[in-house]
């Protein structure tokens, strides 16, 4: 997903998309940073164990997954009845039921 700002009309994304958007930049940064570390570890000969450089990696993998699953779940709950864009449609004249411009949802 690319997000991207109109400067021109100051338009900025949302929070949770730039949080998303944010995340993304980071997990390039750690995962390119611990293999670059874990290659080093391994051309200067160390041999000990590396659970930390697994943490590095893998926590904020895992933060990313914990934060879009979280953001799709949001999105889901606000595309349904009861949820903030299916009210604005609605009162906006959107039916959902069809009409003679528009098939049944």
């Given amino acids: 997903m690319r997000i991207t700002v109109d400067r021109s009309r100051g338009v900025r994304p949302e929070f949770s998309k730039q949080l998303i958007a944010d995340i993304r930049a980071l997990l390039w940064v750690v995962t390119v ?5 874990a290659a080093y570890c391994i051309h200067t000969g160390y041999t000990g164990a590396l659970p930390w450089l697994t943490a590095m990696v893998g926590l904020p993998w895992t933060a990313h997954g914990w934060v879009c699953a979280n953001y799709l779940s949001m ?21 959902p039921e069809g009409s003679e411009n528009s098939p049944p949802v």
Avoid: E
Avoid at 75 to 95: E, M, P, Q, V
């Fill in 33 to 37: 940073g611990g293999l670059l570390l």
């Fill in 75 to 95: 999105a889901k709950s606000d595309h349904k009845r009861g949820g903030i864009t299916y009210d604005a449609a609605r009162a906006a004249g959107f039916l």
